[in-house]
């Protein structure tokens, strides 16, 4: 059993899989607070689900992507249960998660979108920094910089765990935020950083809607 905020089917708006179809399984709870948060409403509200119950009603969709997200999906014990099953039904799966917790609940057939917090958020000293060194190949790392300071801790972060070398490395200015994207895209080049500038596109193609894009 889980607690689900909402399940919806829409366009993955982050992620070096931006742009493609995606089904959303959005789990209640969250251990930080971010100063740029833009689902304070997965805080607390939902719904108790069956892992069946939530494998089904993602199967409906028809599509073959699959994305657990939060709040933060790993503070319920029975999250890397969901992935497991979703993985053998055949879909692909990704996991986002605030990188707090330990990754390594999740195993084989994930892909995990780590978001590391940078000091703007005002969370930046909860990350587990242990889960640098527990990344696959095939997981991507994620910064949401709310400014040039987050911007220049970031970079550092990257070079001294060699992330691009690793993983993919998604820089993600924070919307409403001080940064102009031109800006960053400038800092990218200047520094010759090989990460992925990364617009949130489902808040561009829906900006006026709130939730469940």
Known sequence: MLKVNEIFYSIQGESSYAGLPCVFVRLTGCNLRCTYCDTKYAYKKGTNMTIKKIADTVSQYECPLVEITGGEPLLQEETPHLAKVLSEKGFHVLVETNGTQ????????????????????????????????????????????????????????????????????????????????????????????????????????????????
Request: charged residues 30%; aromatic residues 8%.
């Open 102 to 213: 330990n990754i390594d609940l999740l195993k084989d057939n994930v892909v995990r979108i780590v978001d590391i917090k940078t000091p703007g958020s005002g969370e930046s000293d909860k990350t587990d920094w242990k889960n640098l060194d527990r990344l696959y190949k095939d997981d991507e790392v994620k910064f949401v910089l709310v400014n040039f300071s987050d911007y220049e801790w970031a970079k550092n972060i990257v070079r001294r765990y060699n992330l691009t070398e690793k993983v993919t490395v998604l820089f993600s200015p924070a919307t409403g935020g001080e940064l102009v994207t031109a800006e960053v895209a400038q800092w990218i080049l200047d520094d010759g950083l090989n990460v992925r500038l990364q617009l949130q596109l489902h808040k561009i193609i829906w900006p006026d809607k709130d939730r469940g894009r």
